[in-house]
């Protein structure tokens, strides 16, 4: 079954305290991206990746960190999380990162900055 | 001037009722317009694409551009409760490397029984 996985689908964290929220997809899809979504900010994009070793900022990338190693895998890093980065985080993927490809959603990873 | 304007709602209608679903740009360099549709605790979903004004059609929907009004809208016919979700729309630059999606804050629809 094609699918973007996440993991954790829930975390509780403090301040400070290093984390890492991990994508991964199994449809070879070169295209990654990362997205936060708060209530009344709609959904943002965070880092994108068109392919291994190949990522550039979105709209909000203060605070995070990315990599693109491997293809099917595009962690969120988060060094020093802070309580204005709790929010619900979706990992996508595409094809080649054209705008008329489908863009693949993970479940979503909620988190919580303490 | 906000780049993307969509109204929050929420929306809410009778079974069968046709729904209007809006949003405002004010980026000229959009060229690319969809629509996604998120259930409740999930990722969204890619509903409609287009790249020119005008109308496109899809079963129930249609979407529709005015790039010279810069207004998109997405019309859904016949509409049922398992309409009932939240609606982005999204944009884009371009279709090549350059691929950063803006989306609206989206509409929440009832489509009640």
């Known amino acids: 079954e094609a699918q973007v996985t996440q993991n954790p689908r829930y975390l509780i964290t403090v301040t400070g305290k290093k984390l890492t929220v991990t994508c991964s997809q199994n449809?070879?899809?070169?295209?990654m991206s990362w997205y936060r979504q708060d209530p009344g900010l709609g959904l943002r994009q965070i880092y994108y990746s068109m392919n291994v070793e190949v990522t550039d900022k979105g709209d909000v990338p203060e605070g995070y960190k990315v990599s693109r190693k491997e293809k099917r895998n595009f962690p969120l890093i988060l060094e020093s999380p802070s309580p204005n980065q709790t929010s619900l985080y979706f990992c996508?993927?595409?094809?080649?990162?054209?705008?008329?490809?489908?863009?693949?959603f993970g479940p979503g990873t909620r988190l919580l900055v303490l | 001037q906000k780049e993307v304007e969509q109204d929050p709602g929420p929306l809410s209608v009778p079974e069968g009722a046709i729904v209007s679903l809006n949003c405002t740009y004010s980026?000229?360099?959009?060229?690319?317009f969809m629509w996604y549709r998120q259930y409740s605790r999930k990722g969204p979903e890619l509903l409609m694409y287009t790249y020119s004004s005008g109308n496109k059609e899809d079963g129930r929907f249609t979407a529709q551009v005015d790039k010279s009004s810069k207004y998109i809208s997405l019309f859904i016919r016949d509409s049922q409760p398992s309409d009932s979700a939240t609606y982005l729309c999204?944009?884009?630059?371009?279709?090549?490397?350059?691929?950063?999606?803006?989306f609206g804050k989206g509409t929440l629809l009832t489509v009640n029984p």
């Open positions: 980026n000229s360099a959009f060229q690319y």
């Open positions: 449809m070879n899809h070169e295209y």
């Open positions: 999204a944009f884009t630059n371009g279709g090549g490397s350059n691929y950063k999606l803006t």
């Open positions: 996508a993927s595409s094809l080649t990162g054209l705008a008329k490809e489908t863009q693949y």
